[in-house]
Every structure is written in C-alpha cells, then in structure tokens.
C-alpha cells in the first residue's frame, strides 16, 4: 500500500494518541510490527513557533519510518508553517487532526469543531499541501455529533486539496470515547474518495482489526488504546489475516522486559523528573495481568529513579 510516494507494509497502523505516542512507544510499535506509526497530537501554534516541549514532542529518527507527525489548529498559514517544520525533523507525512473532542480544543475552533466547517478544513489542506514536500494526510470523525454526518463531503474535499490518505475514527466528535464505532460510515466516505482510507475506534484485539477490515472495506486500521501494554496485537493482527499460527501469548519475563524498554527509553528522551510523571501511565498497563497488580501499583509510586524501577520489574515479573 501507498500513501503518495511512501510505502506502507500492510494495513495494521498505530492511531495517534495523546500523551501516548512519543516517540519509545513508536519505536517499540513498529517493533512489533506497526506498518505505520504517528505522533501525539501537537499544537500547530507551539510548532510553528518551534516551542521545545513541542519539538520534544516531535522527535524522531529513520528507525521509526515511516512515520508521521500530526498537528493541530484552524490557521492555514500557522498549519502550513507547523508542517514545514515537521517535514524539517524528517517526517515522511504530515497528518492534520480535525477528530480530537477535548472540549479546550473543540472550544477554541479546532481538532474536532472543525468538522463543523467541511470548507475550512479543505482551506487548510490546500494551505498545508502546498506548504510541504511529503504527503499530507487526515484524522476525522464521522462528524460533530450522531445526527451530522460530515466525513464523507470533509475527505471528499480534502482529496480535492491534494490530500492522499484520510483516517476516520468511527465516532462522532460528540461521542467521544462512548460507545461503540460506526464502521459502516467507511463504504460511504470511500463512495466519494478515491485515496487511502483507514478506518480506527473499538479495535482492542486482533479479530477486530480483521473484522474491521472485512466488514468496512478500509484499506487499513489504526490501533490504538488496544495496544497500551500490547505491542505483540500487531503480530497477531498479521497472522490473523494470512491465516498464519498466532503467535504465544508473551510470558510475564517477555512483558515486563517490553515494559522496561519502553521505561528505560523514556527516562532516556525525558530525564529522571519528566519520566517520574509520566510512569505510572507507561507501565501500569503492562502490568495488569499480575495477580499482585496492586502491589506493583503501590510500588511504582515509589520509584525514584530508573534503579529503584528496574528492581520492581525484577522482583514483580519472575
């Protein structure tokens, strides 16, 4: 598969997710077997000013590749410029969020609100293709809420712009996270777009993504909440659909080993304080086999640094 001029190897993408996505958890996706994968969310704004937090957030290497780095906001020459800057890191596409329903976001004009408007989203595509030398791709909904359905005229436009691949997340932006998603939405958005569609929500095991794929007709899937903590649903999700044996079930020594790259590299890009922060996110999700998860719980709260995490790992995952 082709997204322009950049070759995808197969149709099991890693969605975007915010606070999520860095670029540890990217690597250890495509590891694993992620044929695409894409940053966070950042906002075009702190981008375009080249913010360091936001550049931290859009670090990248070849390792990675290909790989896409998403932005977000309702100014076309802000968007165009935060583009620009994200083709400069090395990115092989630039993706624009017009999905996320965090109510700041939608409040101010932008991720989700902007589904509202299919002519300013197609105004800001334009500003952004012509702005970069990579392929610029889209994240949407189905629309601003149950009754409005947008995705359709919104990827219609947006191939009109010179798009080359939209995702569409199977919920209304009023949904949210709540529910169940709407596949059948796809067929209709593919009736009116002749690029790349991916379809993602409500993908939490490989039968899913499968599912998906069969009753949809996208041409990929993007993974997201159901691989925190399961990086090996990328190698299940292949097998699966070239009717290969599934892979064992990884033991507890193989997740906790997954756990600690991923901590390690984090304290690595972040230092000892950020990671601290972010720790019991990144590794409790991992852990929530363990028949004594609460006491792995209670321990990762009193990490104070990578040594005192390493000994845990030890100790909780024999």
């Known amino acids: 598969m082709k997204i322009a001029r950049v070759s995808v190897?197969?149709?099991?993408?890693?969605?975007?997710?915010?606070?999520?996505?860095?670029?540890?958890?990217?690597?250890?996706?495509?590891?694993?077997?992620?044929?695409?994968?894409?940053?966070?969310?950042?906002?075009?704004?702190?981008?375009?000013?080249?913010?360091?937090?936001?550049?931290?957030?859009?670090?990248?290497?070849?390792?990675?590749?290909?790989?896409?780095?998403?932005?977000?906001?309702a100014d076309p020459s802000v968007m165009a410029e935060a583009a620009r800057v994200v083709e400069e890191q090395g990115f092989d596409a630039v993706d624009l969020n017009f999905e996320c329903p965090i109510r700041r976001l939608v409040n101010r004009g932008e991720g989700g609100a902007l589904l509202a408007d299919p002519p300013a989203v197609e105004r800001i595509t334009a500003a952004v293709v012509q702005a970069v030398n990579i392929p610029t791709t889209l994240k949407i909904r189905t629309g601003p809420d149950g009754a409005t359905e947008t995705a359709p005229e919104v990827a219609a436009r947006a191939e009109q712009a010179g798009a080359a691949a939209v995702e569409v997340h199977c919920r209304s932006v009023q949904q949210a996270y709540v529910g169940g998603p709407d596949w059948s939405v796809i067929p209709r958005v593919k009736e009116l777009?002749?690029?790349?569609?991916?379809?993602?929500?409500?993908?939490?095991?490989?039968?899913?993504?499968?599912?998906?794929?069969?009753?949809?007709?996208?041409?990929?899937?993007?993974?997201?909440?159901?691989?925190?903590?399961?990086?090996?649903l990328f190698a299940e999700c292949r097998a699966l659909r070239h009717g290969a044996a599934m892979p064992k079930s990884p033991?507890?020594?193989?997740?906790?080993?997954?756990?600690?790259?991923?901590?390690?590299a984090e304290f690595h890009l972040y230092g000892n304080q950020v990671a601290l922060r972010r720790l019991a996110r990144t590794a409790c999700y991992y852990a929530k086999f363990l028949p004594k998860f609460a006491e792995f719980k209670t321990g990762v709260h009193a990490v104070r640094n990578i040594g005192d995490f390493r000994r845990l790992v030890k100790e909780s995952f024999r």
């Open 193 to 232: 777009a002749t690029i790349p569609i991916f379809g993602s929500g409500g993908v939490r095991a490989a039968a899913d993504a499968v599912q998906y794929l069969k009753e949809s007709g996208a041409d990929g899937v993007g993974i997201g909440r159901g691989c925190l903590g399961n990086p090996w």
């Open 9 to 73: 190897a197969g149709p099991f993408l890693l969605a975007p997710m915010e606070e999520h996505t860095n670029y540890p958890f990217r690597l250890q996706m495509k590891r694993h077997g992620a044929a695409l994968v894409c940053t966070e969310r950042v906002d075009a704004a702190d981008v375009a000013a080249r913010d360091r937090r936001a550049l931290r957030l859009l670090f990248t290497n070849a390792a990675e590749s290909p790989r896409v780095g998403q932005i977000s906001g």
């Open 251 to 264: 033991s507890a020594q193989e997740r906790g080993r997954a756990m600690l790259e991923l901590v390690e």
